[in-house]
């Protein structure tokens, strides 16, 4: 059985120091005659690493037939997918949600559920959201939705624990959820979340108030003479304050570390390796609050991000593409060191969205080693908008340098005198 530890930099695999060479392949859309295809380019190409999601409303397309050996169709076999990146030799990363992102319908949720519980959506002050949005966001702390999640990771966790490398498999850490911030809807102040659960009398918004404010304080906080804690709703507008605006925000963020806080100590009755969660938030501003709270209630989870420049496209390096890049690590890298965790970049644009240009990719996986990310993962590397495996040439390339940058790196820590 193998042992995965970590310092400031990399993760150590049975006392060796290990650098994360990794790219995404999602199984569930890909052949799974091609599946051994792709991950032999995937290795030749020089990585060591595969990450992938695992969609929950693929393996449970009806409530309570679970399909996770290719029954109903060959691309839900996980455990042929994963038995043949063992046979490879490559490492694993995955990402069982319950909620995916991935472009993928619901983001992973099984539209079973939500027709069956609409009571779990979030709402808006007048109701339910369009039905047609993107991914209809979920009140995380509803206990109908929890219930199913407990069931979902009842699941499909003893599969990744057979595989975890400290059972003799090949995962070395499993992410929570992906992305947490009410799929995006956070941003918009007034938007979510509304849900009966939250507003009503004794409800999750009175609860949290309860904890950090006094009736006093509101009274004075608020400039009204609230006689009781029901009498104080969530705001709808920037009428009320904008104290209270942002009290709201802050209960939105504490709905969500909570939620983070339940998956985690869910995921530690099967899973021993390292647990890690992408852009809690999606707001980096407001990373300081996920910190706190992961401190405060000793929850070891590794914080990783992600970097994309179509979503800055203009087909040239113009300051705001770069400054973002910036400013992005900077936060990053501050929290990074405090958490004492590794830094990796679990989606670094290669494809999807847009395909970047070689030189813009060049550009990118440069610069993130000259600002401390030495891990790497390509997202996509295989798939995407053609189904297809990356570039090679510009993958090798990526490996090697950060390959040289590390040699480097390691001959510096090794030799303090050289410059």
């Known amino acids: 059985m193998g042992s995965i530890s970590f310092d400031g930099k990399t993760y150590i695999i049975d006392g060796e120091k290990f650098i994360v060479y990794g790219g995404t392949l999602q199984y569930f859309r890909v052949p799974a005659e091609s599946w051994r295809n792709r991950l032999e380019k995937m290795k030749n190409a020089g ?13 449970e397309p009806e409530k309570g037939h679970f399909d996770f050996i290719g029954e109903t169709h ?11 990146t063992e046979d490879l030799d490559l490492y694993v990363i995955i990402r069982p949600g319950p909620y995916i992102c991935a472009e993928w319908k619901n983001g992973g949720i099984p539209q079973w559920l939500i027709d069956k519980h609409p009571e779990i959506l979030a709402k808006s002050p007048k109701g339910y959201l369009p039905e047609n949005i993107y991914y209809p966001p979920i009140t995380y702390l509803h206990p109908t939705y929890l219930d199913y999640v407990m069931e979902w990771y009842d699941k499909v966790l003893p599969i990744i624990k057979k595989h975890l490398y400290t059972k003799g498999g090949n995962i070395i850490s499993v992410t929570i959820d992906d992305e947490p911030s009410y799929w995006e809807t956070i941003f918009q102040p007034f938007l979510t979340d509304y849900n009966e659960i939250i507003t009503k009398e004794g409800g999750l918004w009175q609860m949290w108030i309860e904890m950090n ?13 609230f006689k009781d804690y029901s009498e104080i709703k969530p705001p709808t507008s920037f009428s009320e304050g904008l104290l209270k605006v942002l009290d709201w925000h802050h209960f939105k963020i504490y709905m969500i570390n909570k939620y983070i806080e339940i998956l985690y100590y869910k995921m530690r009755d099967y899973i021993d390796v390292p647990i890690s969660l992408l852009d809690p938030y999606l707001l980096l501003a407001a990373w300081r609050y996920f910190y706190d709270y992961i401190k405060e209630h000793s929850l070891d989870i590794h914080l990783w991000t992600e970097f994309w420049y179509s979503f800055y496209r203009s087909f040239d390096f113009k300051e705001d593409k770069l400054g973002h890049l910036f400013l992005k690590t900077g936060i990053y890298r501050y929290y990074i060191r405090k958490l004492k965790t590794p830094p990796l970049s679990i989606e670094t644009q290669s494809s999807l969205a847009h395909t970047i240009e070689p030189d813009e990719a060049e550009l990118l996986y440069f610069l993130l080693l000259a600002i401390g990310i030495p891990n790497i993962n390509y997202y996509l590397f295989v798939g995407g908008e053609t189904q297809e495996v990356m570039n090679p040439t510009m993958a090798q390339h990526g490996m090697y340098i950060h390959q040289l940058a590390w040699m480097v790196e390691k001959d510096h820590t090794l030799n303090p005198s050289r410059p």
């Not at 009736?215 to 004075?220: T, V």
């Open 47 to 59: 990585l060591n690493t595969v990450d992938t999601y695992i969609p929950w409303n693929w393996h």
């Open 74 to 84: 060959s691309q839900r076999n996980l455990e042929e997918f994963l038995e043949l």
């Open 213 to 225: 404010y006094s009736l006093k304080e509101l009274r004075r906080r608020y400039k009204e003479d």
